[in-house]
């Protein structure tokens, strides 16, 4: 079990600067992922954890000892690859059993553990077979396996799905997850796709820029992110801008159409002006009171419909509505949209930053 | 770190070796054309070589063997290519194996046995005449041209065969459907797509053409080359004049880095378009025309393979000492056996130990250039170019005028034969051995060293298992042209360092055709062998012979 710290961590390329100062810490054995768009440091940050990369500044550290000056191979971490990177020359059960081999392990325990690995993965039947005569996504289990199989004291895994269509993918990430939780393994996941990291974190760090823009559990970072480049890179959101206004201790925020929410007790004291509101899909309602729009357009997604509607002052609300029986919206159809204000968020309109009560202002 | 110190260690042995096997005689060879034969610094070398209309013919007729080579490498080379690619022809297999024997049969045995079937007793010429035709002797510059464009066409062959197969079907029919004609086609998408095939295959013709000597050397009867009177100036028992043949050596490997540069570029634009999904097909065709496409290919195919399939006859025919009776026999295998022992073992030695070195230093320098770009490796790949633009025979002349006096003396040795291989054949080796590494991702290796091995036990038990079939082929292809090699070996070569294409060369002149055939034949069952260890490692891969 080890905790892993970063400190003023620094990463360059030739005098570029992909990470400037990161601070992270990441528990024991947790599921911790590393999430962000594509260029953003997240595999600079991954092989820095695992020693194939320089550190201009900072410390790295697993359980309060700092690795910095380690080798990859003395680190006792377990890699899985994007590309799979298996030994072609050698049969599932070799690939896996080829750590244990540097390790001084008996052979009947080393076949022992190379069972038991292959078996959680559950790639048992097919220890025989060489990489080129597996599917991609029973060459990542034997690479999963693999990774468990030296017990490491950290795992690492850099998009290990982005190789795999769409179904195989959620299969492999329970996979994964399952694999993980026996094993007690720190690992740090790779992922440019929200919806996955979302599915089998403990806690993410969302990334921008090689700078950490929010870390927490899925539900924290959905339900209150830090600002909107959170907001909007973890699910679908509408941001929308509003006036507060202060008057008599109590703060107001006018929605517009004579709709106005008490946000006294949501947003930070002193805040006043001009605040971006952010409106989740499922804040929307059809119906009611609230909000004149016009239907623009409607997505038939099967169990749900995705419709895009303008308020009157131009901007563009979307939201979600389980498929009935009747008849589509239809384009121009006016439409009501109540708003659950529970669920709003806001950021400041300028920085962006989070104003909502607790934030770090 | 310690792995740093070893890559700089090799880094800098590497450019040692390429500055004393490379650039030393290079620099020699300018040096010494600008000196006199008293050792005076001069230019009049070169004002020599503006001014002699023997050096103007030679330079001339370099150009005229060169082009005239390319030119009927590319009419052979690419007939063959189109009616193997598009039409189904029966022992397609058969024919890409003549193409191979053509290009892997020992160097000027084939101007011999032409000699030995059209030249002035030539026994086809001497049928005709019986028959009441006259045709010519084969001498001359024409003789030159059909030898070149039969031993070279197979350069053409591959690279087009290779591209052609692998045009995209899509979009011939792509231009189907908008209405084009087959013929417009053709030359519509096809021939623009198979160009740079076209044009690198026939440069390569160029490049071996204007750098053979034994073929001019043998057919010529007066038409000289630069490659012919370089090794007349160097060898000439009275009066050889060393700083002119260093000089027209000079203007000898200007010539060919032209061309080495333009063939180089040439092949870089020959990648193929075709993402493999839609493969052309082959037509069966019908009636007259696939008498025709069948004919065309297996005469080209059998022309290009006839001195081969000449010497395996004759050196099983009975002789009189030089002279050949009826009947068959093994005489001249027998004078191989008692005679000519050592001759076989210097070639089997040398180019074995050649191989080796070619082997252990060029993956090691292949490693170096593929994984350690941090280093001025970029020169380092542009130094290893040198070799391809030296015709052996300049190379032979270069390693004497460096090797002869000063601090390193090696005329007469074995090494510097050895060296002169190695030299010439590295780059191969460095290449290959560094493309295959780039194919191989650079994750495989992170993976062991993740699950806990050292970065060079990782490199050893991981990526080298994996290039090994690779470097043993690479290996076998050297030892193809190490065993054959004749031009620099010819400079090189004392009594007591003889190798077999050398022998070869002095029987023929010596009227011994009976013997020269024996130790051709046995040259091709060595080259046939070591070809065929290659394709068992690395697949049947005609164009890896390029
Ligand atoms: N070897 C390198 N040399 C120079 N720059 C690099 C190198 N590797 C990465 N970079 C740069 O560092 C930045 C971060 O790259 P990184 O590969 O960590 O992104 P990523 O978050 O993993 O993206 P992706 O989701 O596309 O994999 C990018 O701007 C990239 O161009
Ligand atoms: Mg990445």
């Known amino acids: 079990m080890t905790s892993i710290t970063l400190r003023s961590l620094r990463k360059e390329y030739n005098g570029q600067v992909a990470i400037p100062n990161l601070d992270l810490d990441i528990h024991d054995g947790e599921f911790f992922t590393l999430l962000g768009p594509s260029g953003c440091g997240k595999t600079t940050l991954l092989r820095m954890i695992a020693g194939f990369n320089s550190i201009e500044a900072g410390t790295i550290s697993f359980d309060d000892v700092v690795i910095n000056d380690r080798s ?8 899985v690859f994007q590309s799979y990177a298996l030994f072609p020359q050698m049969t599932a059960a070799k690939n896996v059993a080829f750590g244990l081999q540097t390790r001084n392990i008996e052979r009947a325990e080393s076949i022992r553990r190379v069972e038991a690995a292959l078996e959680s993965v559950h790639m048992a039947h097919l220890k025989d077979r060489l990489p080129g005569e597996m599917s991609g996504g029973q060459q990542q289990r034997v690479a999963l396996a693999r990774a468990l199989v030296i017990q490491p004291a950290v795992l690492l895994m850099d998009e290990p799905l982005s190789n795999l269509d769409a179904k195989l993918r959620v299969e492999m990430r329970d996979t994964i997850r399952e694999a993980q939780r026996e094993a007690g393994i720190t690992t740090v996941y790779v992922t440019h796709d929200q919806e996955e990291a979302m599915a089998v974190s403990d806690r993410i760090a969302v990334m921008s820029m090689g700078v950490v823009q929010q870390v927490g559990s899925p539900a924290e970072i959905y339900r209150n992110p830090a600002n909107r480049f959170v907001a909007e890179f973890i699910g679908k959101t509408n941001l929308i801008v509003r006036d507060l206004h ?6 107001t925020l006018d929605l517009g159409e004579g709709v106005s929410v008490d946000v006294t007790s949501t947003i930070a004291p002193g805040v006043s002006g001009r605040v971006q509101v952010s409106v989740r899909p499922e804040a929307v309602r059809a119906g009611g009171s609230g ?13 749900h ?15 979600l509505e389980f498929s009935r029986r009747a008849s589509l919206w239809e384009r121009g159809e006016k439409v009501v949209l109540q708003l659950d204000t529970e669920m709003l968020t806001y950021f400041d309109a300028e920085t962006g930053a989070s104003i909502m009560q607790g934030a770090k202002l | ?12 042995l590497t450019w040692v070796m390429l500055f004393v096997l490379l650039f030393i005689p290079v620099g020699s060879v300018l040096v010494s054309s600008l000196y006199d034969q008293s050792g005076n610094p001069t230019i009049a070398n070169y004002l020599k070589f503006l ?38 022809i029966g022992g397609g297999r058969f024919v890409s194996l003549l193409a191979i024997l053509a290009l892997v049969s020992p160097p000027f045995i084939g101007a011999y046995s032409w000699i030995v079937l059209f030249g002035a007793g030539g026994v086809v010429r001497g049928f005709l005449r019986d028959m009441g035709v006259n045709m010519p002797p084969i001498y001359g510059v024409g003789g030159i041209l059909i030898v070149f464009s039969l031993k070279f066409y197979p350069y053409v062959y591959l690279m087009v065969s290779g591209a052609l197969s692998n045009v995209n079907r899509s979009l011939e029919e792509a231009a189907e459907g908008l209405g084009l004609t087959p013929l417009q086609r053709t030359f519509k998408i096809s021939f623009p797509m198979v160009f740079p095939a076209l044009t690198a295959g026939g440069l390569l013709a160029l490049i071996h053409a204007i750098a053979d000597f034994g073929t001019p050397r043998l057919l010529g009867r007066g038409y000289n080359v630069l490659a012919t009177e370089a090794f007349t100036l160097y060898s000439a028992e009275v009066g050889s004049n060393m700083s002119m043949a260093t000089t027209i050596s000079v203007v000898l490997i200007l010539v060919s880095m032209v061309f080495v540069l333009l063939q180089r570029y040439m092949s870089r634009r020959n990648v193929y378009h075709g993402n493999m999904i839609n493969k052309p097909v082959r037509i069966k065709l019908k009636g007259w025309r696939n008498v025709l496409a069948h004919v065309a290919v297996y005469f080209i195919g059998l022309s290009g393979a006839m001195p081969v399939i000449i010497s395996v006859i004759y050196s099983f025919r009975k002789t009189s000492g030089p002279v050949f ?20 073992r210097n070639s089997l030695t040398f180019s074995l130990t050649a191989v080796a070195l070619i082997v252990i230093v060029g993956t090691v320098v292949g490693v170096l250039v593929a994984r350690r770009t941090n280093f001025n490796t970029a020169l380092l790949d542009g130094a290893f170019m040198v070799p391809y633009v030296m015709p052996g025979i300049v190379i032979g002349i270069a390693f004497i005028a460096a090797f002869n006096t000063g601090p390193i003396v090696l005329t007469g040795t074995a090494t510097i034969i050895i060296l002169s291989v190695f030299i010439r054949r590295l780059p191969y080796t460095v290449r290959t051995t560094a493309s295959s590494l780039r194919q191989i991702s650079p994750s495989m290796e992170e993976a062991a060293i993740s ?8 490199f050893l038990r991981i990526t080298v298992p994996l290039i090994v079939p690779g470097i043993i082929a690479g290996g076998m292809l050297s030892f193809v042209t190490a065993i054959n090699e004749l031009s620099s070996s010819l400079v090189l070569y004392v009594g007591s360092t003889m190798t077999m294409p050398v022998r070869i060369y002095l029987l023929i002149l010596d009227g011994d055709f009976g013997t020269a055939a024996a130790l051709s034949t046995v040259l091709l069952v060595l080259s046939g062998g070591a070809v065929y260890i290659a394709f068992r490692f690395m697949g049947r891969n005609e164009q890896a012979l390029l």
């Open chain 1, 72 to 79: 990859p191979a003395a680190r006792n971490i377990g890699m």
């Open chain 1, 246 to 251: 202060q008057r008599d201790g109590v703060t």
């Open chain 1, 291 to 303: 909000l004149q729009a016009e239907v623009v357009e409607e997505t038939f997604l099967g169990s």
């Open chain 1, 305 to 319: 419909s995705q419709i895009r509607a303008r308020l009157s002052t131009g901007e563009t609300i979307e939201f």
């Open chain 2, 1 to 12: 770190m310690p792995r740093f110190n070893f890559w700089t260690v090799v880094m800098i």
């Open chain 2, 51 to 88: 001014g002699e209309p023997r050096f103007h013919q030679a330079f001339i007729n370099t150009l005229v063997v060169g082009f005239g080579g390319l030119i009927g490498a590319l009419l052979l080379g690419s007939i063959m290519a189109f009616c193997v690619s598009r039409f189904v």
């Open chain 2, 325 to 344: 009776q009826s009947g068959f026999a093994l005489q001249s295998y027998e004078r191989i056996l008692f005679n000519l022992g050592d001759v076989v």
């Open chain 2, 451 to 458: 699950l806990g091995y050292s970065p060079f036990q990782a």
